[in-house]
Nanobody, 118 residues
């Protein structure tokens, strides 16, 4: 059974920081591309940032220079360090595990709420 369990969300003032964690089980974590996506009220889910099994990252322009994704393969955990948070970063943040080649899969966590007050 695959599980992606996010933690670390909460309420923070603008300019503050939060660190999200996503603990994965039931997948071969080391060969998975891990990512963070977010969905604000009334908006579509959007990419925040991803990290491949080789450590290559890809981030949305809106978070470059502020958010950093990292992974610990020994702990099957991916992190999202969010600095200089803005009210527009308010959203539910979802962890994703993806693999485009065999064995193919695409899994989502349940999401964690991040609220940034002005």
């Amino acid at each position: 059974q695959v599980q992606l369990v996010e933690s670390g969300g909460g309420l923070v003032q603008a300019g503050g920081s939060l660190r999200l964690s996503c603990a994965a089980s039931g997948i071969i974590f080391s060969i998975s591309t891990m990512g963070w996506y977010r969905q604000a009220p009334g908006k579509q889910r959007e990419l925040v940032t991803t990290i491949t099994s080789g450590g290559n990252t890809n981030s949305a322009d809106s978070v470059k220079g502020r958010f950093t994704i990292s992974r610990d393969n020994a702990k099957n955990t991916v992190y999202l360090q969010m600095n200089s948070l803005k009210p527009e970063d308010t959203a539910v943040y979802y962890c994703n595990a993806n693999r485009y080649i065999t064995p193919k899969y695409n899994y989502w966590g349940q999401g964690t709420q991040v609220t940034v007050s002005s």
